[in-house]
């Protein structure tokens, strides 16, 4: 079979070297690493280093801490990735999700047809197939046996492991609607086009609210969680100017929308998808009673009504919003005449959130500056670094986006107190160990 090739899965967009910068940036400073590189790389996958790691962990869980922890009306769920095919079937994914491919019959190449202008974007030939439905989602076989009975998809959305476990939730939980189910997990996209680095991949991960409403409370809440999902992305630092609701047209619509908007981020190919919000109606509880025979309604012991709640859905990529806090955050300045790169990341997304630094390598000082970690770590993700002068950590840490950068000096052995270094202003305080971890909290705004 002819491999599917994506227009610009190796370059990735931008007019400004923003794209570039954050590429480098990611690899180079361990956010972000090309998968199976030491064998030549495996298209569209990419494994999250050390720093990559501590913020998209940040990202999910300020989600998480967004949607069900400071809520009383969304519980949490962990579906599982493998299923049966009933469960695609009953969903409509078997039958419609899928994506337009077009063959090139030039060079026989494949496109999605929806990202390319009537052009092949390898040969220039505009000589190409009708456009044919590509399913997207993975197929392989559990167990040891191959055959169709063994057959399992890997999930494309995690909302529909949160359907089929409505009713154990409801039972358990005693929740009545409005009331969400909140789940946080990787989804698999056989895309024909992996895009911009780790904005379109194959493997990536998934941040989904299902809230179950009344029907006739459908709208509002739709229109309550367009506000609440934008605002959680500035509220996380990015400039509002960068982002917007785009509502869908209606031949635009999934198989399951009544109606769909998207937070869309100012990219630097342009505007694009953060995040989808769609009103999926009753369609899914609908499709899976019918295909499974369970019953999955709520029934209001109070009034003895009896309904099938409709769902509005904010659908995030956690790998995407990760990549859009990044952009977001980007900054180049000058410090002292010199050039410094700066992630202007808020301090609850920031991989480290303090850097304590001894002045020097000097044995002298190690016994405090541990100390002083040994303090600040139970309450902030700190980075411990020695090596090189102190103004190039200072600019390493800039460049990663530590919020706050704690020197320990020689006069820290007699008066008791570090060096609190702003990574904004660059501004620098004295402040005692012993109200370290209360001024710190103060910067946070989270006291
Ligand atoms: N359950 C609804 C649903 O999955 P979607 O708009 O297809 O809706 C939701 O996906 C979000 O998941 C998108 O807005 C995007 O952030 C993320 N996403 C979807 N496909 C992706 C991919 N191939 N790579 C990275 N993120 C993706």
């Not at 994914?93 to 060079?107: E, G, I, Q, S, Y």
């Not at 410090?335 to 044995?363: D, I």
Request: hydrophobic share 35%.
């Amino acid at each position: 079979m002819t491999e599917v090739r994506a227009p610009d899965e190796a370059t990735v967009g931008g007019t400004d070297g923003l794209m570039d910068k954050i590429v480098n940036l990611c690899k180079r400073r361990g956010f972000i690493f090309p998968s199976a590189e030491i064998y030549g790389g495996f298209r569209s996958t990419y494994d999250y280093g050390p720093l990559g790691v501590n913020l998209l962990r940040n990202v999910k869980n300020n989600w998480w801490r967004t949607m069900t922890q400071l809520r009383d009306d969304v519980v949490g769920l962990d579906a599982a990735i493998l299923s049966p095919p009933a469960v695609w079937e009953a969903s409509g994914h078997l039958a419609n999700f899928t994506d337009p491919m077009v063959d090139c019959r030039n060079c026989h190449e494949r496109w999605r047809a929806d990202k390319i202008d009537g052009v092949c974007p390898n040969c220039g030939s505009g000589d190409l197939t009708e456009p044919r439905a590509f399913n997207l989602m993975f197929k392989t076989h559990a167990g040891p046996i191959e055959d169709e009975g063994a057959v399992a998809y890997l999930r494309p959305e995690t909302a529909q492991g949160t359907f089929i476990n409505f009713a154990n939730v409801l039972t358990t939980t005693r929740k009545k609607p409005p009331f969400g189910i909140a789940q946080v997990g990787k989804s698999f996209r056989n895309e024909i086009t992996p895009q911009n680095f780790v904005f379109r991949t194959r493997e990536f991960e998934q941040m989904e609210l299902e809230y179950f409403v009344p029907p006739d409370e459908a709208s509002t809440w739709f229109a309550y969680w367009l506000d609440e999902r934008l605002r959680w992305y500035s509220d996380l630092g990015i400039a509002p100017e960068k982002l917007r609701l785009r509502h869908h047209a209606p031949d635009e619509l999934s198989h399951y929308s009544a109606g769909t908007a998207d937070v869309e981020f100012l990219f630097p190919w342009g505007w694009d998808e953060l995040e989808g919000i769609a009103n999926r109606t009753d369609y899914d509880l609908k499709a899976h009673a019918a295909a499974s025979g369970e019953r999955l309604e709520y029934f209001d012991q109070a009034t003895g009504e009896r309904y099938v709640p409709h769902v509005i859905e904010p659908a995030a990529g956690a790998t995407r919003a990760m990549m859009a806090f990044m952009l977001a955050a980007y900054d180049e300045d000058e410090v002292g005449g010199e050039a410094r790169t700066v992630l202007r990341l808020h301090w609850r997304l920031a991989p480290y959130q303090v850097a304590v630094l001894p002045l020097s390598k000097k044995e002298t000082l190690e016994p405090l500056a541990r100390r002083v970690l040994g303090l600040l770590q139970p309450h902030f993700v700190c980075d411990y670094d020695t090596t090189q002068s102190i103004g190039r950590r200072y600019r390493r840490q800039d460049e990663v986006g530590t919020p706050w950068c704690v020197t320990v000096d020689f006069d820290s052995l007699t008066d008791e107190a570090v060096t609190v270094r702003d990574r904004d202003s660059t501004l620098q305080e004295r402040v005692p160990i012993d109200g370290l971890i209360a001024e710190l909290r103060r910067r946070t705004g989270d006291v």
